[in-house]
């Protein structure tokens, strides 16, 4: 199984946006749009937060974007708040059906 | 109120067998396919099984392909996970996750159990 590769850590401000990148190949990220997002506090569990690159479940923030573009997808939170600090792992189709998930992005609010 | 609740998790000596279940609630368990997903205490998320609606179509993952086994029990809303020949990398919590499609699309999943610790080692 691929993984994806995931910056280790980004920090912003509040209020300001921070973006986190997820960079795979052609076999998953470039292949199709069926890259997530999953928001883990510590201690908690992991939750969907984006779906099919750009796609909010309900009751998500709209501060919290995706986006795709070639073999690379991101995630966008706009007006970061104290309640984002959190992993972020992205995850996606791999052709020949699997699965791969990045290594994990932990963002911090300064 | 959906929820997937995990058990049969605990230590195990390296080589042994171990079997997790997942109970399953709030929703109609046998229209949907399932999959379980483990995390190394502290470390990132990893993908080990998916099976079917009806169980016709079941995948694992590189690392645990020929020594998992994956199954459920649609009339008990059960899910479970056959752990063998267990190696001490297999040591994570395992979460029992729901999709949203009856297929292995491996698109997204909406509902995380608590998960169940496994620990492996002499």
């Known amino acids: 199984q691929s993984a994806l590769a995931q910056p280790r850590s980004v920090s912003g401000s509040p209020g300001q946006s921070v973006t986190i990148s997820c960079s795979g190949t052609?076999?998953?990220?470039?292949?199709?749009?069926?890259v997530s997002w999953y928001q883990q506090h510590p201690g908690k569990v992991p939750k969907l937060i984006i779906y099919d690159v750009n796609e909010r479940p309900s009751g998500v923030p709209d501060r919290f974007s995706g986006s795709k573009s070639g073999n690379a997808a991101s995630l966008t939170i706009s007006g970061l708040q104290a309640e984002d600090e959190a992993d972020y792992y992205c995850c996606s189709y791999v052709d020949s059906d699997t699965l791969a998930f990045g290594g994990g992005t932990k963002v911090t609010v300064l | 109120e959906v929820q997937l609740v995990e058990s049969g998790g605990g230590l195990v000596q390296p080589g042994r067998s171990l079997r997790l279940s997942c109970i399953a609630s709030g929703f109609t368990f046998d229209d949907f396919a399932m999959y379980w997903v483990r995390q190394v205490p502290g470390k990132g998320l990893e993908w080990v099984s998916g099976i079917s609606w009806n169980s016709g179509t079941i995948g694992h993952g590189d690392s645990v392909k020929g020594r998992f086994t994956t199954s459920r029990d649609n009339a008990k809303n059960s899910l479970h996970l056959e752990m063998s020949s267990l190696r001490p990398e297999d040591t994570a919590f395992y979460y029992c996750v729901k999709s949203t499609s009856r297929w292995l699309d491996f698109r997204y999943f909406d509902i995380w159990g608590r998960g169940a610790l496994v620990t492996v080692s002499s």
């Open positions: 052609s076999r998953d990220v470039g292949g199709y749009n069926y």
